[in-house]
């Protein structure tokens, strides 16, 4: 085959790739920075944003926490209608609400409010990015993978002469395998 | 050019919506299954390694890496039952905390050895430790326990497997196949 039909060829692989894969593209990009600071302890939860807010709470009569306690302490923070449940452990009684929670220390009465906010599609990419869901996916996300490797060697290609593989190409390519390089060198 | 967008996205549409409905389908169907409570689960969990078990109890935690795993309790956390995910399952969503659920599953049994506690031991003082090594409590801030707390955690089990006189220590969880939050 021509040199010439080769490039074509290249370049046809290159852009057809990179047009039926941009979604899943984004969807990982995206994903990947909020996982990346998650594992970082820069947020404590991938899919919720959280807030909390410490107040003081009268304890319950004789340190025993019922139902109507709970709701009592939910009225407070105005979640007495999204009740669901309490768990009581050692020394604390935890209130859950649909979105949050309440942990209070039952020898001082600290509490603190836990709500979380959803991270609605951010949510959705993770789970992908996860391959929680399994199955055929788990097929399809490697199809991905051999098209973003076939997308990275294809790329080489594309241009010709100074700005190509063997002129300014070279060099970004070779400091592009360098950096994760040095990276493993100075922190393993 | 558009309607011809409009007509793939229904198709994805509809494909999801199938599929969703058949593995839930599939999960509804139960034989021979024991029914097992949060209460009693650690002294009778021996008596079901491997076989189909069916739990109710309240979701004390769910596993912020990914939810594959959670942890039941009922009214107190004195008892743990661990609950991972198993193939059919996509995750434990946090939404689940503080709900009451009905799993179904197969009980397994996870043997902690000398051999197995020195692997862990050795990964955690590797610089990045392996999130998936070690022994899941569910308590509160275990997720974020640091190389010390483990390495007093395996202490901790090290005392706990001499003091037993045998040569593992048992721990009991749940793969679940399926499960219902209960309103």
Redesign the interface.
């Known amino acids: 085959m021509q040199r010439k039909t080769l490039r074509r060829w290249n370049n046809a692989l290159h852009r057809d790739l990179g047009y039926l894969f941009f979604g899943m593209t984004i969807i990982y990009a995206i994903s990947g920075i909020v996982l990346n600071h ?1 594992k970082s302890g820069d947020f ?5 944003g959280k807030s909390f807010k410490e107040f003081r709470v009268t304890l319950p009569p004789g340190g025993v926490v019922d139902k109507t306690y709970a709701l009592n302490i939910l009225s407070q923070v105005g979640e007495e209608e999204h009740y ?2 309490f ?3 050692s020394g604390y009684v935890q209130i ?2 649909e ?1 949050g ?1 309440v942990y209070i220390d039952l020898t001082n009465g600290d509490a603190q409010l836990e709500k ?1 906010t ?1 991270r609605y599609v951010i949510k959705e990419f993770n ?1 992908l990015h ?1 391959n ?3 199955k055929l996916y788990t097929w399809y996300s490697d199809v991905y993978a051999a098209a973003m490797i076939l997308l990275a060697i294809t790329g080489l290609f594309i241009l010709r002469g100074k700005n190509g593989i063997i002129g300014r190409g070279a060099w970004l390519t070779a400091i592009g395998i360098i950096i994760p390089a040095l990276f493993l060198i100075f ?2 | 050019m558009t309607r011809n967008l409009l007509f793939l996205f229904g198709i994805s549409l509809f494909l999801i919506t199938a599929c969703n409905n058949a593995s839930k389908e599939a999960a509804t169907v139960k034989n021979d299954t024991a029914t097992m409570t949060v209460a009693s689960f650690d002294t009778s969990a021996y008596n079901y390694v491997d076989k189909a078990v069916k739990i109710e109890g ?1 979701v ?1 935690h769910t596993c ?1 890496h ?2 594959k795993r959670m942890f039941l ?1 009922d ?4 008892i743990r039952v661990k609950i991972t995910a198993g ?1 059919d399952i ?2 434990f ?3 689940l ?4 659920v009905r799993v179904f599953g197969i009980l397994k049994e996870e043997r902690i050895d000398t051999k197995y506690l020195n692997e862990w031991e050795a990964e955690i003082k590797k ?1 990045e430790a392996n999130h998936n090594v070690g022994v899941h409590s569910g308590a509160k801030g275990h997720e974020d326990q640091g190389a010390e707390d483990k390495l007093a955690q395996i202490s901790a089990l090290r005392d706990e497997l001499k003091k037993s006189g045998k040569d593992h220590l048992s721990f009991f969880s749940i793969e679940a196949t399926s499960f219902t939050e209960l309103k």
Do not use: C, R, W
Not at chain 1, 44 to 48: A, Q, S, T
């Open positions: 998650f404590l939860h991938p899919d919720y669901k449940s768990v009581q452990g859950f609400f979105k929670s979380k959803t789970l996860y929680n869901i399994k922190y393993m | 309240t004390m912020k990914g939810g309790i009214g107190t956390d004195s193939p996509t995750k969503d946090e939404a905390i503080g709900s009451k610089p």
